[in-house]
């Protein structure tokens, strides 16, 4: 009698053990783990060496920094006969029109790209020459069209003696790190060696750390949150961009994917197989409550508060705010701490333009506009990278590029 209990308790066991064998690979087969991570690419240091051309070596460079929503939206015409001379152009199939409907973020995600294509450039062995917007400002009647017709900016490289700039290995590292921050503040030096970043008498920037700024700056991040994990449109907008498996980031290699949330290694393939089989695991709600908690646990786990604050709200300010912020970044990394900017409270639309008027009447003078808004700490653990497009892509096609 207990040889036959046994017996059948060794074949339920076996057939649960093969029925987890099954599921397992059909999750992990789901999740495209054995797939390459093309997506990935980009953040090898030797990704840039492949181009002969020095322009296309430093715009791979910028194609690692910080941008709205990870869409990227940079496009690069290279000069058919300045040879060290291409332009910079916001590409405008890669807008955000819900959540950025004045391309505010857009712009600067501009910038981010040119500093990082400057701090590149010292590495490499160029100064680069950047002139906002050559052909004059954009018409903001007809903005997609100016986007597509008038440059950001024009960048003419000059061969220089390479110097090993601090801030080159930064470029390599995420980021934006969502998790929890250690709780220790930043040192007077510490604040003093990134306040020194800004020079631009046009530009402010600020760090809080006393708890009276902590508690209201805190609470406007859980707001923003709480109101954009509410509103339909921007909840679809985000759900076109989320990038569920290894076979859809491959293909668009921009845009949401669970790395954004910190989730790698095995739990990744896991999470992906499971949201490929069931969508609805991801839903709307289940999408917004994570979103909203998740914000929650950063915002109880942030040592400092900071922000980048301009005279006005023109174009070119806001080109200049993203490349300050990228500096910023790079730098912050080289002192050991981590950002990220939980910025729903600075978005420009109905929903939120209570909550964006009243953080601007308490931190900004009249007329200044905040253009970025991020808590700063210490890592308590490591984020992935996340998906880049090849820089080819950003290239315009009628121009032509060489490997």
Partial sequence: MKKGIKKTMLLTLSGLAVLLIVVLVA?????????????LEPWQRTYSQQFEDPRIRLAAHGLLAANGHNMQPWKIRLDPKETMVFFLYADSDRLSKQVDPFA???????GTFLEYVQVAGVELGYKTAIELFPDGNYDEQNLTESMDSKPVAKVTLISAE????????????PDTNRAAYQKTPLTAEQLNQLESINTDKDITMKIYQDKKNMEKLGNY?????IIESGVHRINEESAAIFRANEYQKNKYRSGFSLEGQGTSGVMKHIMQGLITIFPSINSEKTSADIFVKSTQTAIDHTPAYAMI????NSRIEQVKSGMLYSRLVLTAHQLGFVIQPPSQ????YPEMKEQYTMIHREYADGGSTIQMFFRL?????EFPQSMRRDVMDLIDASEGAEK
Avoid: H, N
Wanted: hydrophobic letters at 30%.
């Fill in 104 to 110: 505010r973020q857009t712009m600067i995600s501009q």
């Fill in 27 to 39: 999750l992990f087969s789901s999740s495209g783990i054995m797939r390459t991570s093309e997506y």
């Fill in 162 to 173: 390479p110097v090993k700039s601090p801030l080159y290995s930064s470029m390599y590292l």
């Fill in 377 to 381: 700490g210490k890592p308590t653990r």
């Fill in 221 to 225: 991040a859980i707001q923003g949150a």
């Fill in 345 to 348: 409270v600075l978005e420009e």
């Fill in 309 to 312: 604050i301009t005279k006005d």
